[in-house]
T-cell receptor
Framework: GDSVTQMEGPVTLSEEAFLTINCTYTATGYPSLFWYVQYPGEGLQLLLK?????DKGSNKGFEATYRKETTSFHLEKGSVQVSDSAVYFCALNPTPLISSGSARQLTFGSGTQLTVLP | NAGVTQTPKFRVLKTGQSMTLLCAQD?????MYWYRQDPGMGLRLIHYSVGEGTTAKGEVPDGYNVSRLKKQNFLLGLESAAPSQTSVYFCASRRRGSSYNEQFFGPGTRLTVL
């Protein structure tokens, strides 16, 4: 079945440091890929998405490129801020024609806790 | 536009007690989901619904029941709570026909079973 493997946390960085959170996936066909962010005490919010190979999703200074050859979707940000402290989840949406369920459930990675220190 | 709301935000139960978690969305979404979030395990799907009056099992349905009597509400029930059900529960919804399956999440319910 589909699966998402995420970099183990927690990750602690100083403000303005470069961030990379690794995400690789296993899926049949051509899934869509997402990064969700969960700020303390809140639900998950969609951060960015990419729907086909070589697409780059970007939002709030974060970027991730859909690499089919390496089955990866690593999250990057050039200069993190204290306000970026959160848990980040990589997620996969299976290819519609292959998925057996019409609701097309998302498959989530285990999440990576990021703490940015001032 | 409140989006997805969940009630209650926190709850402590004793083993064997029952409770119902309420999820409500005002976006007229057809699909709704219940997930549980446990440390190191990400989110796992409990049950979902593709429309009013229909529900289906997800990855970890045992010990839970659901109902979708109204399009905007999705209820998650625990008939006899167990300590293994201590978790954070998230509800989500999405529009049918959403090409990318973007789901909108509620703020979560933190449940502790003693």
């Amino acid at each position: 079945g589909d699966s998402v493997t995420q970099m183990e946390g927690p990750v602690t960085l100083s403000e303005e440091a470069f961030l990379t959170i690794n995400c690789t996936y296993t899926a049949t066909g051509y899934p869509s890929l997402f990064w969700y962010v969960q700020y303390p005490g809140e639900g998950l919010q969609l951060l960015l998405k990419a729907t086909k190979a070589d697409d780059k999703g970007s939002n709030k200074g974060f970027e991730a490129t859909y690499r089919k050859e390496t089955t990866s979707f690593h999250l990057e940000k050039g200069s993190v801020q204290v306000s970026d402290s959160a848990v980040y989840f990589c997620a996969l949406n299976p290819t519609p024609l292959i998925s057996s369920g019409s609701a097309r459930q998302l498959t989530f990675g285990s999440g990576t806790q990021l703490t940015v220190l001032p | 536009n409140a989006g997805v709301t969940q009630t209650p935000k926190f709850r402590v139960l004793k083993t064997g007690q029952s409770m119902t978690l309420l999820c409500a969305q005002d976006m007229n979404h057809e699909y709704m989901y219940w997930y549980r979030q446990d440390p190191g395990m990400g989110l796992r799907l409990i049950h979902y619904s593709v429309g009013e009056g229909t529900t289906a099992k997800g990855e970890v349905p045992d010990g839970y029941n659901v109902s979708r009597l109204k399009k905007q509400n999705f209820l998650l029930g625990l008939e006899s709570a167990a300590p293994s059900q201590t978790s954070v529960y998230f509800c989500a919804s999405r529009r049918r026909g959403s090409s990318y399956n973007e789901q909108f999440f509620g703020p979560g319910t933190r449940l502790t079973v003693l």
